[in-house]
């Protein structure tokens, strides 16, 4: 069964750079897409973007160019780089497969999600 | 202000039979694009509830069932029960990107 875990820094200074990393366990990265979801305190779900296994990627138009996603299958893991920080960025990150179908693709399998604030 | 609607909060008798619709336009649900619905228990991650608007994945009670209908979909429980309680988002796809409804709260009087 395939497991998703999240990691990085829990406090990142506005300005900075977001960077998480998502390690999958129980299966191989390479023969599936990912992507990085975000939840706001109190708001809904925010895709941010995904990574095709052919190594196409795509973001989320409203993050304006500040997103970067990249796998690393010799480490079984896929990561998320956030650029210029705010505080509307502050949010519960989660790491997600994604089942890429004809018409679209969902998610069928999530990290627990991190926690990460935009603080000085 | 999300790209699919759902209501706010929807809420039912243990027992009874509770629908949550999502309404979504011609640029996604309308243009033909899958539904999926999650459940979302309090402090935890969301569980696909529902894949390609009607299937369920293993494990998944039949007491949930999805539906699909031009530009509108939705999540039916029936018997619910007080494990239900939580928020459940619909997602679809929209100009290359996936789409989330702003989630409706379920509560189990």
């Known amino acids: 069964q395939v497991q998703l875990q999240e990691s990085g820094p829990g406090l990142v200074k506005p300005s900075e750079t977001l960077s998480l990393t998502c390690t999958v366990s129980g299966g191989s990265i390479s023969s599936y897409s990912w992507s990085w979801i975000r939840q706001s305190p109190g708001k809904g779900l925010e895709w941010i973007g995904f990574i095709h296994y052919s190594g196409t990627t795509n973001y989320n138009p409203s993050l304006k160019g500040r997103v970067t996603i990249s796998v690393d299958t010799s480490k079984n893991q896929f990561s998320l780089k956030l650029s210029s920080v705010t505080a509307a960025d502050t949010a519960v990150y989660h790491c997600?497969?994604?089942?890429?179908?004809?018409?679209?693709?969902?998610?069928?399998?999530w990290g627990q999600g991190t926690q990460v604030t935009v603080s000085s | 202000q999300s790209v699919l609607t759902q209501p706010p909060s929807v809420s039912g008798a243990p027992g009874q039979r509770v629908t949550i619709p999502c309404t979504g336009s011609?640029?996604?649900?309308?243009?033909?694009?899958?539904v999926y619905w999650y459940q979302q228990l309090p402090g935890t991650a969301p569980k696909l509830l529902i894949y390609g608007n009607i299937n369920r994945p293993s494990g998944v009670p039949d007491r949930f069932s999805g539906s699909k209908s031009g530009t509108s979909a939705s999540l039916a429980i029936n018997g619910l029960q007080a494990e239900d309680e939580a928020d459940y988002y619909c997602?679809?796809?929209?100009?290359?990107?996936?789409?989330f409804g702003g989630g409706t709260q379920l509560t189990v009087l």
């Open positions: 997600a497969r994604a089942m890429v179908a004809a018409a679209g693709y969902g998610f069928d399998c």
């Open positions: 011609s640029s996604n649900i309308g243009a033909g694009y899958d």
């Open positions: 997602q679809s796809y929209d100009s290359s990107q996936a789409v």
